[in-house]
C-alpha cells in the first residue's frame, strides 16, 4: 500500500519506533541531492540477532498500524534487513555490517535529516 502521508512523517514514525525498541545509532540520510535513484535512508544498528529481528518486526507492524506496507523487504539476515518503503529504504545492521559497508562514508555528500526523539 502506498504511503498516505509525506515522506518526511514516515521517516519519524521509523525513527520513533526505532528509538523506542532501543536501536542504536539511528540516521536519516536525504539522497535526492546526490543520487539520481535514491531518496532516503534510515539506517540503524541492532545489537544482536533476535533485537535485529525485532526491529524489523516492530517498524513492519508499527506501520502497517498506519496502513503502510514494505514494497519489499530484502533479508531476513543475522547481518541486515532491507525494508522498501519507496522513497524510504530502512536499513537495520548488525554494527558488523554496518561498519562493513558504511553507507554513511558512500553516500558522506548526503544531507543528514534531523529526528525527533519519541516522546
Do not use: C
Amino acid at each position: 500500500m502506498a504511503n498516505p502521508f509525506g515522506v518526511e512523517r514516515l521517516i519519524q514514525e521509523v525513527y520513533r519506533i526505532l528509538d523506542q525498541k532501543k536501536a542504536e545509532d539511528i540516521v536519516a540520510l536525504d539522497l535526492r541531492g546526490v543520487s539520481d535513484s535514491l531518496d532516503y535512508f534510515l539506517i540503524a544498528t541492532a545489537t544482536s540477532t533476535p533485537h535485529l529481528e525485532a526491529l524489523e518486526r516492530a517498524v513492519r507492524e508499527g506501520l502497517e498500524e498506519l496502513g503502510v506496507r514494505p514494497e519489499a523487504v530484502e533479508g531476513p539476515s543475522t547481518r541486515w534487513v532491507l525494508l522498501n518503503y519507496g522513497s524510504l529504504l530502512v536499513h537495520l545492521m548488525s554494527p558488523e555490517a554496518r561498519a562493513f559497508y558504511d553507507l554513511e562514508g558512500l553516500w558522506a555528500d548526503a544531507d543528514r535529516l534531523a529526528l525527533e526523539p519519541a516522546v
